[in-house]
């Protein structure tokens, strides 16, 4: 009997889709824990699944899907429900990867980095 299993991205791929989110290019997963509260990371087929924790919307996880066929990202927003699993509550599709950090900090209410203090 053949073993299959569910095609998913590369470690590195899901490592370039986590860094274009937060725009942290040396610790994109530690970016999303210290800002979100992070712990679960699913590598999914195109793209990455992750928790988060005090959104607005009562939104509790979040899908990364990048479209190769159009160069574009999609975000995807769900509230965890106990008996019911993961409901849509928002989706954004057709995303450039400069308006992903944009659009995730504009709807959830959290921000993914510390804005930059310059001193003079």
Request: aromatic share 14%; hydrophobic share 35%.
């Amino acid at each position: 009997m053949e073993n299959t299993t569910i095609n998913q991205i590369s470690q590195e791929t899901a490592l370039q889709y986590a860094q274009i989110l937060t725009q942290d290019w040396k610790h994109p997963y530690g970016a999303l824990r210290a800002m979100l509260g992070t712990k679960l990371f699913i590598r999914r087929e195109h793209g990455i699944r992750f928790d988060i924790h005090g959104a607005l919307h009562r939104v509790t996880l979040c899908d990364l899907d990048y479209n190769e066929g159009y160069d574009l990202f999609e975000l995807k927003f769900y509230r965890l429900k106990k008996w019911e699993g993961p409901q849509l509550v928002k989706e954004f599709k057709m995303l450039y990867c400069d308006q992903l950090k944009e659009i995730f900090e504009e709807y959830t209410g959290l921000r993914l980095s510390f804005p930059t203090i310059i001193y003079r």
